[in-house]
């Protein structure tokens, strides 16, 4: 096992991977910015190494600074966590290359799926059930609309490059299409300097489901259970819940065997997660794999007692999957909501400003992973989550009941600073979700509802 893990992200995500390294008596080294000088990790981690300034590009995602970093600490793996670098081949390759382990796939694997035309292909040849869709590397108007109108209304384009929910927009109809293929494409080449997109039929009305897998490098790949992601804004999610209610007999089992099927064909390793849409037809479709640890991990946690993260840094280290632990049966129903500095009634605007009262939520089977507390300033330059409110029960309405009741008792207050609290407990509440009829789709109607109540 590692003597010492540089861990190149900030926030929640930072601290709950030094945790599971101190329970390993793995010695940890944290990155900041200027920005997160004071943050909660730089105080719980052995060590820490100032790598730039707030703005992310000149910091966490400045490559040759986190290496640096590692090599001068004497590290021997660095875990990505999820966001910034956890995805990027190049990375996982410097690593290499600098005699340190990244903690994830292997940097080929990460290349053909950082593609999504190109992970799309290798899962139809797996037999994975996909949607109408193609890429185009240097996209030009008139390429999308012949594609377009090769794929059907409505689509949806994506960066090819992309992931966590942005450069994605959605086209209805034709008059609709030059608009977004201009933003979308701005998009990919800012946020991750690839203007290649991706087009693909898009389901209306559809839920948004994702099974967990583990793969080492003896052979071994298993699937930890289904999660339901399907309440979201803006395609970046709010809300997840394991396993995820409502599925026809037999659905949960196929995309597990099929995300099986489908890592055995990447040449995964590590902890990955297989995207799926269940349309209005009750079939299943393929949308996509994230190689990396998910923000919404926790709930399979609960339902299985497994810690992902020791998984990931035990199959890093060249160990084999603990079968055994893996097969326990899972056990009851864990939901995760996402308390953003967020303002719903403004369109989920980012809320930056000081945290003068932070008091999590507590009582019985409630997990809070945060790296906030009072006196945290919330700054503007990075990702809103503030903390992550996870619960168990034996059944789904004592799920529902146990979060709404955390999120009532959660305590957040500073100028200026709003949270996803009140409207997550509005989710919880509402009768499409109570009885695990929810789309992706709810986001949008809660709010066209609040909108003509108002009105």
């Known amino acids: 096992m590692f003597g010492k893990v540089l861990i190149a992200n900030r926030g929640e995500i930072a601290l709950r991977v030094a945790r599971t390294c101190r329970e390993m008596g793995i010695k940890t080294v944290a990155v900041y910015s200027t920005a997160d000088r004071d943050s909660a990790v730089v105080r719980a981690a052995d060590q820490a190494i100032h790598i730039g300034p707030a703005a992310a590009k000149h910091s966490y995602l400045n490559a040759p600074a986190v290496i640096e970093a590692a090599l001068q600490a004497g590290a021997e793996a660095i875990h990505p966590g999820y966001g910034f670098l956890s995805e990027d081949a190049d990375f996982a390759e410097i690593c290499r290359r600098s005699g340190l382990v990244f903690i994830g796939p ?39 609309r012949a594609l377009a109108d090769e794929v059907g209304y409505p689509l949806i384009i994506k960066a090819s490059a992309g992931g966590g929910g942005r450069g994605m927009a959605v086209v209805r109809h034709p008059g609709e299409l030059l608009a977004a293929y201009r933003s979308t494409r701005a998009t990919a080449m800012a946020v991750f300097g690839d203007g290649g997109l991706y087009i693909e039929r898009y389901l209306e009305g559809a839920r948004h489901i994702e099974v967990q897998v583990l793969c080492d490098d003896h052979g071994n790949t298993v699937a930890l259970g289904d999660r339901d992601c399907s309440v979201q804004r803006r395609h970046q999610k709010l809300l997840e819940e394991a396993p995820a209610g409502g599925l026809p007999d037999g659905m949960a089992q196929e995309m597990a065997d099929s995300a099986v099927r489908g890592a055995r064909a990447t040449g995964f390793r590590g902890a990955g997660t297989f995207e799926f849409l269940v349309g209005a037809d009750r079939r299943f479709t393929f949308m996509e794999i994230n190689c990396r640890i998910q923000v919404e991990h926790p709930v399979t946690e609960a339902i299985t007692g497994l810690d992902i993260v020791r998984e990931q840094l035990r199959v890093a280290a060249g160990l084999p999957l603990d079968l055994d632990a893996l097969s326990l049966p899972r056990r009851g129903v864990a939901l995760e909501a996402r308390l953003n500095a967020e303002d719903p009634d403004r369109g989920f605007a980012p809320t930056a400003g000081l945290l003068t009262e932070f008091v999590p939520a507590g009582g019985p089977f409630t997990r809070v992973d945060s790296h906030a507390y009072p006196g945290y300033r919330v700054a503007p330059d990075y990702d809103s989550l503030l903390a992550k409110v996870v619960v168990w029960a034996p059944d789904r309405e004592q799920a529902i009941a146990r979060l709404d009741r955390a999120l009532e008792e959660f305590r957040v207050d500073g100028p200026g600073v709003r949270t996803t609290g009140d409207f997550l407990r509005q989710v919880l509440r509402d009768p499409r979700f109570q009885a695990a009829r929810h789309t992706t789709a709810l986001v949008a109607e809660l709010l066209a509802e609040r909108t003509d109540t108002a009105t």
């Open 106 to 144: 292997p940097p080929e694997v990460l290349h053909r799926m950082a593609d999504k035309a190109s992970a799309r292909t290798m899962m139809q040849e797996a037999g994975l059930p996909v949607l109408p869709g193609g890429r185009i590397s240097r996209p030009t108007a008139q390429d999308v």
